[in-house]
C-alpha cells in the first residue's frame, strides 16, 4: 500500500521528513518502504498489510492525502476523506466536451456511481466514477492533463 | 536513430534494454505495474510511466495502456522485450497504426510465425526438415485421432499459437489421447486466448538446438552461431550455452545454413531465434521465435555483437552493422537462470522479500539482474531473478567459472528459495560435462536418489 502526499505550500525538508517520521509510526504493518521527496513534495509509504488506514494527526499543514492501493477502491484518510483515481493510463478531462459542462465542481455532492470525469485512452472515453457518495471537495488535475494509472484525481469528503 | 524509446516490459530485459538505449543516446520511457513501481528499470530509465495493476493482463498485457503512455511522452518505438506482448502481431499493428515503431519483425511476419503450424509449414516448404505431424491446425479430437494414427506415439500435442515451452502436452498411449487432447485444448483457451493445437512426433532424447538470426528485413540475414539450450524442466530452459558442445562442425554448419535459408525465405527483420531438435546427426525445425530471447547474452559474449543495438537499428531503418565475414565466434559462453523456486518443492516459486542481494562479479562474468536488496518476488510475475553469464576460452574453463560464479551469488531473504545450487549440480552431471545430455537431464536427476 502506498500513501502519497500532496500540498500547495511546501513545508521544507526538515518537516517533511518529520512528518514522514510520525507517519511511519501510524503503519498498521511493517513498514516496507518511505520515500521522502522535496521537491514535489512527495511522502510514499509502503507496508505489507492491505487494511484501511489511519494516517497522521490531524492539523497537519497537509492539506490531501490521498491512498492510491487500486484505481476502484478510493480509501478513507485523515479527516475521512477520499480520492477518485485514475482507473488507467490517458488524458484527464472534468467535461465530456469543451463546450460542456464540467461533470462536478467543488462543492457538488455526488452520489456512488456518478460520473465524475473521463480518462481519455487511444479514444476510448473512459469514465470516471465516484465509488461512494461524498461532497467534492478539490479538483487535482486540470482538464486535459495526461494522467498515469492510479493518479488521484479528484478529493471528496463524505457528505 | 530514435530519440525515445518506450520499453514494454519489465524485470532484467527493461532493464538490458534501457542499457543499450543509454549507450546509444536514446532516452527511455520504462513502464510499471503497481507492483513494480519501485523496480531497478523504473529508477533506471529516464521516464517511468504507471500504467496499471499487478495483473499482467491490466497493464504488461493491455496495448492500450502501453501506446498511451508512449504517445504521451514522445516515445517514436516501442521495444517489447520477451514474453508479454512482444510477438503479438496485434500489438505490433497498433503501434504501427499510432505512429510508433515497433521493435521486431512486421505484424504479418509475426502472424505467419506466430501461429505454429504455419511456422512449421513455411519451413517445411523452404525445405527445411520437420517432424511428421499435422500441417495445419486441428479442432476436433477426431482429427486429432486420424493424425495420431498415422504418426505414432509418443506424440507432442503443442498449441497453435504457443511457444516458449508452454502450452505442451506428451501423450504416450492412444487410451490417453481423448484426454489430453481436452485439456491442452483447455490450457491453450486459458494460457493464449486461442484453443487451436497441432500434433506432431515426439523425439523423447533430442537436444535443444537453436540458431541466432538477425534479419535486415530487405532479404539481408546473417546468423550468430548456434545455442545449445537442453539443460531444461518441463520445457522451460535453465542453462544454455554456446557453441553447442560436442556438435559435429558439419552437423552445426547444415543447421545454421537452414536458419539462414528459412529466414531469407520470409524477409526477415530485426533479432529471430530459429528452434531445431537435434537426434542422431539430424535436426528437425521445431518453431522460431521473433523477439530477443532470454538466453540472448550468450550470442553477445561469443560474438561481441550488441543484439539490442542491432534490433534498433533495424527498426529504425539503418540496416545491421555486421555482415556475416565480421562474425567472428570466439570462445565459449554459459548462462545459468536463477530462479526464485524452491528445487526440494518441486521448483515451488517462492515469494517474499530479498533482504541480501550481491550478485557474482569478476573476471568474464555477466549478470543480468533486476535484483536489488529489498526486492519483492511477487507470485504476479515469472520467478526468474537473475541471469548469469560467463565466457572462457573453452567448455572446461567455462563451467568452472559458472560454478564458481553460482557459488559467489549470495541471495537471502525470508523464504525465497533459488536455484543456483540445483544449476551447480547440473554443471557437475556426468552427462553434462561430457555434454552427452538431452532435454530429458533434469528429469532424470530429479528421480536419482539424492532428489527424491
Known sequence: ?????????????????????????????????????????????????????????????????????????????????????????????????????????????????????????MKLMNPVEAERPGRIVDVLVADGTPVEYSDALIVLAPA | MFSTVL??????????????????????????????????????ADKCVRIGPAQPRRSYLNAAALVTAALQNGAEAVHPGYGFLSEDPDFAEICEANGLTFVGPPAALLRRLGDKAQAKEIARAAGLPVLPGSSRSLLTAEEAREVADRIGYPLIVKATAGGGGRGMTVVRDSRDLGRAWGQARAVAQATFGDPRLYIERFLENARHIEVQVLGDGRGGVVELGERDCSVQRRRQKLIEETPAPGLPRELSERIRAAAVHAACEVNYAGAGTYEFLVDDGDFVFMEVNCRIQVEHPVTELVTGIDLVREQLRVAAGYGLSVTQADVQLRGVSIECRINAEDPLRDFMPTPGTVTEFLP?????????????????????????????????????????????????????????????????????????????????????????????
Open chain 1, 1 to 121: 500500500m502506498t500513501i502519497e502526499t500532496t500540498d500547495a505550500a511546501p513545508p521544507g525538508i526538515d518537516e517533511l521528513c518529520r512528518y514522514a517520521e510520525r507517519l511511519t509510526e501510524s503503519t498498521p504493518g511493517p513498514l516496507k518502504s518511505l520515500r521522502v521527496r522535496s521537491g514535489d513534495l512527495l511522502v510514499e509509504l509502503e507496508w505489507s498489510r492491505p487494511e484501511a488506514v489511519t494516517v497522521a494527526e490531524s492539523g497537519t499543514t497537509l492539506a490531501t492525502v490521498g491512498v492510491t492501493v487500486t484505481a476502484e477502491t478510493p480509501t478513507a484518510v485523515e479527516d475521512g476523506t477520499f480520492v477518485v483515481s485514475a482507473p488507467l493510463v490517458g488524458t484527464f478531462y472534468r467535461a465530456a466536451s469543451p463546450s460542456e459542462r464540467p461533470f462536478v465542481q467543488v462543492g457538488d455532492v455526488v452520489v456512488a456511481g456518478q460520473q465524475v470525469g473521463i480518462v481519455e485512452a
Open chain 2, 360 to 452: 557474482p562479479s569478476g573476471h568474464f562474468v555477466r549478470v543480468d539482474t533486476h535484483g536489488f536488496p529489498g526486492f519483492r518476488v511477487t507470485a504476479d510475475y515469472d520467478p526468474m531473478l537473475a541471469k548469469v553469464s560467463v565466457w572462457a576460452p573453452d567448455r572446461r574453463q567455462a563451467i568452472a567459472r559458472a560454478d564458481r560464479a553460482l557459488q559467489e551469488f549470495r541471495v537471502v531473504g525470508r523464504g525465497v528459495h533459488t536455484t543456483q545450487e540445483f544449476l551447480r549440480e547440473v554443471l557437475r552431471h556426468p552427462a553434462f560435462r561430457a555434454a552427452k545430455h538431452t532435454t530429458d537431464l533434469v528429469d532424470t536427476m530429479n528421480q536419482e536418489p539424492e532428489h527424491g
Open chain 2, 7 to 44: 520499453i514494454a516490459n519489465r524485470g532484467e530485459i527493461a532493464l538490458r534494454v534501457a542499457r543499450t538505449c543509454r549507450e546509444m543516446g536514446i532516452r527511455t520511457i520504462a513502464v510499471c505495474s503497481d507492483s513494480d513501481r519501485e523496480s531497478a528499470v523504473a529508477r533506471y
